[in-house]
């Protein structure tokens, strides 16, 4: 009989999920200062240098030198690097509540990623549980858009979903060469910050003193818990399926529609449509991490 598996994987993806929908907010608040690609940037310098002092109080362990440092610092480019910075930009034209669960769509991508790169073998639920979350994700883009944004934006998070799920296909292979979960997971948020860093400092250098002057605060703390987050996220993939774990993580949205909806009613436009199909989503992500016993 399908029941809910409650383990050490199911925590951290939970883990995980509190603490992104947290940093969606501080996101949400950092926007309204500078550009997306300044906020990446101040963010991934924070999450990197979060992670180097709890690898250094921990003593993680690095493994050899490999390939796996190769697929891990992909990982990391695709997710957080451009996958932060894709977001950004969606909920700077669409808004955090509606930004957050179509991003949630992520797990549509991976699973079958997942099951053609991988080799991973969901159940006929668990794909049922794929189909609740893209239902929800389109209740949440639908509805008249009132003049407050275009239905073209939400490409912005669509793409950024897209690359995330390419991102934890990368780190699911990687991960499991890696003995902590810490140490893993700073050198993906390397890779991230390498990533940002440079192209901001190329491209946006005219930008990057006044950003960091006018949201330097939120982005800190979006860093840290970023940071935090990404721990949970490597500790969740190095020990359960891509097709069960990215949906798990992808409950976030649900508890950023509860901030949005408690914080920032006067600020965004959120209808019915917007927690009804945030708790699609959440359904969704139940039935994927179902699993038979017995």
């Known amino acids: ?4 598996a409650l383990d050490a994987a199911f925590l951290l993806a939970m883990g995980a999920a509190f603490s992104f929908a ?6 949400r608040s950092g926007l309204q200062h500078t550009n997306p690609f300044v906020g990446a940037t101040i963010t991934r310098s924070t999450g990197v240098v979060a992670l180097l002092a709890l690898v250094w109080m921990a003593g993680a362990r690095f493994p050899s030198w490999g390939e796996h440092y190769l697929w891990l610092a992909v990982a990391g480019a695709f997710n957080p690097g451009l996958f932060s910075i894709l977001f950004m930009f969606g909920i700077a034209k669409i808004g955090v509540a509606r930004a957050a669960p179509i991003k949630g769509s992520s797990p549509l991508f991976a699973a079958f990623l997942a099951i053609f790169l991988l080799g991973e073998r969901p159940q006929w639920y668990h794909l049922g549980g794929v189909v609740f ?3 929800g994700i389109a209740l949440i883009s639908s509805g008249r858009t009132e003049g407050r944004w275009r239905r073209a934006d939400a490409l912005w998070p669509i793409a950024a979903a897209g690359v995330a799920a390419l991102g934890a296909v990368f780190w699911r292979k990687a991960l499991p060469s890696f003995p902590d979960a810490l140490a893993g997971a700073f050198v993906g948020m390397a890779a991230a910050f390498a990533l ?3 192209y901001t400092g190329i491209f946006m250098r005219a930008e990057l003193a006044s950003g960091v002057r006018k949201a330097w605060r939120p982005f800190l703390m979006v860093g840290i818990i970023g940071a935090i987050g990404q721990y949970f996220f490597a500790g969740a993939l190095q020990r359960g399926e891509i097709y069960r774990i990215l949906p798990l993580i992808q409950t976030s949205p649900l ?3 509860a901030f949005a909806l408690l914080f920032l009613r ?3 436009l959120i ?4 927690p009804v199909g945030a708790f699609l989503t959440i359904g969704g992500a ?3 991490n179902l699993r038979v016993t017995g």
Do not use: F
């Not at 947290?22 to 996101?27: I, N, S, T």
């Not at 209808?271 to 917007?274: E, I, P």
């Open 22 to 27: 947290c940093a969606d907010m501080g996101m």
């Open 196 to 198: 940002t860093v440079c």
């Open 266 to 268: 006067r600020v965004e």
């Open 286 to 288: 139940v039935l994927v």
């Open 271 to 274: 209808t019915w449509r917007v």
């Open 133 to 135: 979350m893209v239902l």
């Open 1 to 4: 009989m399908p029941v809910l």
């Open 255 to 257: 508890i950023t529609v």
